[in-house]
């Protein structure tokens, strides 16, 4: 078995046989030699030694041995020094045929090229990389700033440039000058590419441009100095955050050991069974230290830039975030017990009234029926439910409605009826109807009131499986009721917008829908809204595409392109057809009860009490208008009124 050595090579340390060694040192040795007359050897000396030391890091992990093999393969790759020597027998042709041949074997990588750029080497980097002069490349972006005609991208070539400046890694050494020009990494390019850039440090070809050059320095530094700002302000943040899930973990632990951890209660009533709850509270306690681990760590590593990621730490991390969600599925479980719904309801139906308005209200019930409440009070959101509850003192699991959710609709019937419908969830029907059952839900109803409660109540013996109440009134047309701004309002509603909060408001069932009589609207709606609907508090004005309609309950006025049509008490007095040439109709109709006019092209026709009294024919002679001209002023003036009538 061959010695291992230690050696620093290219600033770095490997790891190598004792004969590879050898081998190595031989051939160091021997470039040396070839190099001894050459100035600048040294510099040339250090890059062909970070060359090698690059490509061994490339082939070898850290801390494995360096062999024979790729000693011999170095060689292989960089050439030997007798292979750049030329005899003096060999021809000026067959040398540039070997320098031809070699140089074009080279992998091409971008970089800035700071020796010849102007402005932090992007566009001479660019220029590099497609081989061809760059003048072009600065030419074409000088174009994209300024503008060609309609093409301008000014802007966004100049974030384009700053952005290249910053990701583009600059040329620095012999071997990523080399990888630049795409030329082959060898000793006869290293050597030449060294003493070009002292030729041209001693001409004065690099830093041409100092001015220029320390200005975009200044920009790519300042640049550099708000990232790292930026990088520091959210490290500091998530370790303010992993901080306060520190805390809030330890008053967990705390509650939890002393008893004062209010929603572990309510989880009590989540879970079926006692070894869920505390399988589902220890896969909380991993979980959430993991998250501060991580978040400790992410941070400390945006303010440490140095700071590295080990991978045994990144494994261990993830296992437990993975052990965490594991046991917290397991725990809960909980995904069948919502697989069904069922829906229970319960219908009230009392008499209709024809003036008087029935209160609808909401009612705290429960300050009647629990005394020194709330144990635990808390707020739990699943889904769109979202509540505040407490337990009270027999264990019954409580949760307020803010608002109580109702829903009105016509009636089908002259009766009100009044519809709670009580919903739940279960692994099965029976078992989703079991929980629907188990809901507490106080409405009291008689024919002058209607009370509801603000309040679920689940009793101790039952769990919570997303136990919901939602009510449905129905009215006949021209039922009035009174209403708080306690409800949630659903249904065939008109203007809903104009509801006063707080306010118990006279609302009124028409053949359009639910309509607030009284809400008070902004009347700077009128001016500010070509289409809508207004409410002047005695009654709602609709403006929309098909015209006017104005109503007040049963009283209504509609105007568009149809005519004009008036209503009292929901019957029609008025009616002026707006098309009645075409539809073969009156043009105008009015009437009260047996009282009647209608005008058309047949003539006007005038009943009263159901007889017709008046009847004009279009197409009467002279004659019969005067006839028919005597018998109107002599009805005239049996009631009283005098009148001369000229058919002429």
């Excluded at 505390?278 to 979980?287: G, K, N, Q, R, S």
């Excluded at 052990?323 to 219908?347: A, P």
């Excluded at 769990?463 to 047309?477: A, D, F, G, I, T």
């Excluded at 568009?560 to 057809?577: F, L, P, T, W, Y």
Aim: proline share 1%.
């Amino acid at each position: 078995m061959n010695k291992t050595l230690n050696i620093n090579l290219g600033g770095l340390v490997f790891h190598i046989d004792e004969e590879a060694y050898k081998n190595l040192e031989a051939y160091l040795s021997k470039i040396k030699s070839y190099l001894k007359n050459e100035e600048g050897s040294v510099e040339i000396m250090q890059d062909i030694e970070s060359r090698i030391a690059e490509l061994f890091r490339e082939w070898k992990r850290s801390g494995e041995v360096i062999g024979k093999t790729e000693v011999e393969k170095v060689q292989e790759l960089l050439g030997r020094p007798e292979d750049y020597l030329v005899d003096e027998g060999e021809t000026e042709e067959s040398s540039k045929a070997y320098t031809s041949k070699t140089e074009t074997t080279g992998v091409r990588k971008l970089f800035r090229d700071t020796e010849y750029g102007m402005i932090g080497g992007v566009c001479a980097g660019i220029a590099n990389y497609v081989s061809i002069d760059r003048m072009w490349i600065r030419l074409l972006v000088v174009l994209l700033i300024v503008g060609i005609g309609w093409i301008d991208f000014g802007g966004t070539t100049i974030i384009a440039y700053i952005i290249l400046w910053i990701v583009v890694p600059e040329a620095k050494t012999t071997t990523e000058r080399l990888q630049m020009h795409g030329k082959p990494i060898n000793l006869e390019n290293i050597k030449e590419s060294a003493e070009e850039l002292g030729q041209n440090i001693q001409n004065g070809v690099r830093n041409s441009e100092p001015h220029i050059r320390n200005l975009g320095d200044f920009i790519v530094r300042m640049v550099k100095i708000i990232g790292k700002i930026i990088l520091i302000f959210f490290g500091v943040m998530f370790l303010i955050w992993a901080f306060s899930l520190l805390v809030a973990l330890l008053t967990a632990l705390s509650g939890l050991i002393f008893g004062e951890f209010e929603y572990l209660q309510f989880f009590d009533r989540i879970v079926e069974y006692s070894w869920q709850y505390y399988l589902w509270f220890f896969a909380m306690i991993i979980t959430v230290t993991g998250s501060i681990i991580f978040l400790i760590t992410l941070g400390i590593s945006l303010i440490k830039r140095n700071f590295k990621w080990y991978k045994g730490f990144v494994i261990g991390l993830i296992a437990l975030f993975v052990g965490g969600f594991t046991l917290f599925s397991l725990g809960l479980n909980q995904w069948s017990y919502y697989s069904y719904e069922y829906d229970l309801e319960k219908e009230y139906t009392i008499p209709a009234t024809d003036s008087v308005a029935i209160p609808i209200e909401v009612s705290n019930f429960l300050e009647g029926d629990h005394k020194g409440l709330a144990d635990y009070r808390g707020f739990v959101q699943m889904g769109d439910i979202e509540r505040n509850y407490f337990f009270d003192e027999n264990g019954a699991l409580v949760y307020q409605m803010e608002y109580v959710d109702l829903d009105i609709k016509k009636s089908i019937d002259d009766e009100i009826h009044f519809v709670n419908r009580f919903e739940a969830s279960g692994r099965n029907r029976e078992e989703a109807l079991k929980n629907a059952k188990a809901i507490e839900y106080k409405t009291n109803i008689d024919s002058t009131k209607i009370t509801v409660g603000n309040h679920i109540s689940i009793p101790k013996d039952a769990k919570w499986r997303m136990q919901e109440v939602e009510s449905s009134l129905y009215l006949p047309v021209g039922q009035k009721v009174l209403l708080s701004s306690d409800f949630h309002l659903g249904g065939d509603l008109v203007n809903f917008d104009y509801w006063d909060e707080g306010e118990m408001r006279t609302w009124q069932m028409t053949e359009e829908g639910f309509v607030c009589l009284d809400c008070i609207q902004n009347v700077d709606d009128l001016d500010n809204d070509d289409y809508g609907t207004y409410n002047t508090g005695s009654g709602v004005i609709q403006i929309n595409e098909n015209g006017i309609h104005i109503s007040n309950g049963g009283d209504q006025v509609i105007i568009g392109d149809e005519g004009i049509n008036i209503k009292a008490n929901g019957k029609e007095i008025i009616n002026i057809d707006g098309d009645a040439t075409k539809n073969n109709k009156d043009r105008v109709r009015i009437s009260n009860g047996g009282d009647q006019v209608i005008i058309g092209d047949e003539g006007i026709n005038i009943k009263e009490n159901g007889k017709e009294v008046i009847n004009i024919d279009g197409d009467m002679t002279n004659e019969e208008l005067k006839d028919l001209e005597k018998k109107i002023e002599d009805r005239l003036e049996k009631k009283g009124v005098k009148v001369n009538i000229d058919v002429n």
